[in-house]
Nanobody
């Protein structure tokens, strides 16, 4: 079983940047595919991006060109670099793990979730 812990959230002005980290611990953490999701108050959980253990990456349409997902398998850590932040990016951001090589935007396919970290973008 993998355990996940996010960090790096906070308050930033529109146009600014933040980097979120998701540290994975547990057996064979590096073989998992990792996803980032976010959820704003009153809204559905939204796919942000995901990276397979081999480095294949996909992004949600609303963040393409602004956010970058990466992973460091040696550190069992996944990152979400967020640039050109907008007030509509305000949400709780979650990382999630899925056993296997296939990445997906479907949150139901992920087995393990972190506790979430708040990102607030002021206008």
């Amino acid at each position: 079983q993998v355990q996940l812990a996010e960090s790096g959230g906070g308050l930033v002005q529109a146009g600014g940047s933040l980097r979120l980290s998701c540290a994975a611990s547990g057996r064979t953490a590096s073989s998992y595919s990792m996803g980032w999701f976010r959820q704003a108050p009153g809204k559905e959980r939204e796919f942000v991006g995901a990276v397979s253990w081999s480095g294949w990456i996909e992004y949600g349409d609303s963040v393409k060109g602004r956010f970058t997902v990466s992973r460091d398998n040696a550190k069992n850590t996944v990152y979400l670099q967020m640039n050109s932040l907008k007030p509509e990016d305000t949400a709780v951001y979650y990382c999630a793990a899925r056993n296997g090589q296939i990445i997906t935007a479907d949150s139901k396919e992920y087995d393990t979730w972190g506790q979430g970290t708040q990102v607030t973008v002021s206008s």
